[in-house]
């Protein structure tokens, strides 16, 4: 019936539909339209590449540590004899700690990243849900409304109009409430496919994270095996030596590189005022085993610094400030099996200085003031090492000097 009416007053065809569609809108307040239509209009998705780019990161640095890991691993494989093979663990156990330390570290974030985002997302989905509740509700009303209304209005409405161009403007009227029909079933369709969409990337996290927990976990367990390994182990001279002079040319070179970077590093460095004054302290409180002394060793063929102090379960044990000083140097990042590792130099006035090497941890910052014996890091066995150990050196304008002349 309503077709014939339509026909009558010649719209077009597509008028038509619109006000077919249109005729039950009136009996819903514009207001209460308005209202309920901004209020969904809140709830649009969060954009979250931010959160993916962060994801992918932690992924990639990860997947570069485990390189790291296999290629420590493969270098402890290919030792040809059963004590090659004990000397490269030796070697590379600090650094595997380190790693293993660093992939847990990571894989922590990535598990925090992901509870956020799964616990985001929820919240997403409820207000997602809420929104289509409103909307939903409004959306039957207009229906209701529009089934309900008596013909004659419509009649009346159409046939009401002084001209074509009068009907045309209150067909426009009529078209912009109508777009709000449209719009409400648009908007409950986008809010479905968003709720999906977030249902979807809330599963994948989850099982990200429970992957990501179970791995962390084993990570866990081999951190604490690969500590008790080295709990037991200590830095052995012989073991170093045989390593030194197994390749003595090339690894004089490479002393004398660390020699040269660590001249660089004290030439930059200028000494604060006078000396802070006093004796030194033992810097490893609890070790009094020296394993190697200043001065020439290896058949004179390595000049050693300063001296190593080490003994039984000494990895992870506090690293003492000699002296109260500044923290002028510290060094994170190190290349296993080469230098000092991760070492540290405190300034203590008066040309006077101290470094501590091959630490497994610093637990101060360059520019920190430090008093004497607070602790500033953990034994470890970083860098050229076969075992945990401090490397303790104390030097005079830049200079190495006996430290067992000042302790
Ligand atoms: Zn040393």
Redesign the pocket.
Known sequence: MKKAILKMVSVTAALATALVAQTGSFRVSADETTAVYSQASAGVLKDNSDYKEELADLNSQYAALQKEQDAINANINKAKSEKEKQLAIKKDLDNQIYLTRQQIQLLEDKITLLNNNISEKELEIVDKQADIDDNYTLFKKRVRAMYMSDESSTVGLILGADSFYDLLTRAEVLNRIAEHDRDLIERLQSDKADIEEAKAEIEGDKADLESSVSELDGLKSTLSSQLAQTQEEIQSIAALEEQFLKDKTKNQQEMAAVQADIDDIYAQLESMGDYVGGEFLWPLPGYSNIT?YYGWRFNNSDF?T???ISGSSVYGKSIVAANAGKVVFVQRNYTPGKGYGIYLIIDHGGGMSTLY?HTSEILVDVGDYVTRGETVAKVGSTGWSTGPHL?FEIRVNGKHSNPLEYL
Do not use: L
Request: proline content about 0%; cysteine-free.
């Open positions: 190697s050693h300063g001296i190593d090497g490397h």
